[in-house]
């Protein structure tokens, strides 16, 4: 055995590479060594029948032509959502490591997997990566949204454009009873540099999940409002809207 091949071996020893998605220890010959091939095989997308909308899977009983309740409230602007993967382990367990374990790496096969699915009839898009707050910024140390961006902005040829904004200073404001409600100040998106490069334009807006809305609403009026042609929403993951798994997935937005 050689001096590298020692060195190798000791490190997978003391440093054993647990899989992302589900922890168990990753074999050294196999994968990127983030995630195992066990968990990439479990990465769904959406079921089908679903809404060409907003990539809502329909559930069972719903009356043929029904309006799609997920974005029914969404306004025209707002022309799609798509979503690489359901929010269900192992993706759950993906967010959660680009989101808060520093797991920046992972950018590559999550944007990789969003750009398969980013509609691909746009002309001239601009990618706008929904912005985090300041003090998410400074605890990470990057938006994730913005790494999941860079990933799908190279393999569609195009470039990142980082015209949202998270102003400081909102008064936090809770709504609503339940588990789901929403801070306006963690959803509060502005444009940073008015009077840009966005009149006019398609917009894909990246985001790591689509769970609540709230987040990729606020970001959709504050590029329809600077004269967006459309936006086009495209996330990692999205919650099943009724009759998903729970999620292990806190905090998510
Ligand atoms: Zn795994
Ligand atoms: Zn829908």
Known sequence: MNLAALTKDLTDLFLPRGCLGCRDRIPPEEGDGLVCPRCLTLLRPPPSPRCLRCDAPFGTGRPKGAPCMECAGWPEVLVSARAAVVLE???????????YDGWRALGGLMGGRMARVCPGDLADPLIVPVPTTPGRQRTRGYNQALVLAETVAEELGEEVSEVLSRPRG???????????????????VAVRDPGSRIRGRAVILIDDVLTTGATALSATAALAGEGASSVHLLTFARALPFGGPRRRTAGVS
Not at 89 to 99: H, I, R, T
Not at 173 to 187: C, D
């Open 89 to 99: 382990p192992p993706a759950d367990a993906l967010v959660y490591a680009l989101k």
């Open 170 to 188: 909102r008064t936090q404001v809770a709504l609503g009873p339940s588990e789901r409600r929403v801070n306006v100040e963690e959803s509060f």
